[in-house]
């Protein structure tokens, strides 16, 4: 199971850290992505750490901006959002990769509304 965590209300320009806690699991030697959905819009693949800490972004809109950190020993992925912006809006999902790479674990989501 994977719980996400830490959204909330902020301003524009603000920051925010989202939680990813797996439990009865480990998620130290697989993938861990965030992924976001905004009202009305597809779900989008916003980046990706690796087991070995490498980190993709592929939203282009939040390179600079975000990072991905992991605490294996506290089972846990973090997503540190700075500066954020209106168009960062979104529920945020964690997902974990399978070994065939396919995102097979997904936490329930955790609302971010950024006021302007």
């Known amino acids: 199971q994977l719980q996400a965590s830490g959204g909330g209300l902020v301003q524009a320009g603000g920051s925010l850290r989202l939680s990813c806690k797996a439990s009865?699991?480990?998620?130290?030697?697989?993938?861990m992505a965030w992924f976001r959905q905004a009202p009305g819009k597809e779900r989008e693949f916003v980046g990706k750490?690796?087991?070995?800490?490498?980190?993709?972004f592929d939203a282009e809109s939040v390179k600079g901006r975000f990072s991905i950190s992991r605490d294996n020993a506290k089972n846990t992925v973090y997503l540190q959002m700075n500066n954020l912006k209106p168009d960062d809006t979104a529920v945020y999902y964690c997902?974990?990769?399978?070994?065939?790479?396919?995102?097979?674990?997904w936490g329930q989501g955790t609302l971010v509304t950024v006021s302007s």
């Open positions: 997902a974990q990769a399978g070994s065939d790479g396919q995102y097979n674990y």
């Open positions: 009865g699991h480990t998620v130290s030697a697989s993938a």
């Open positions: 750490i690796t087991a070995s800490g490498i980190k993709i």
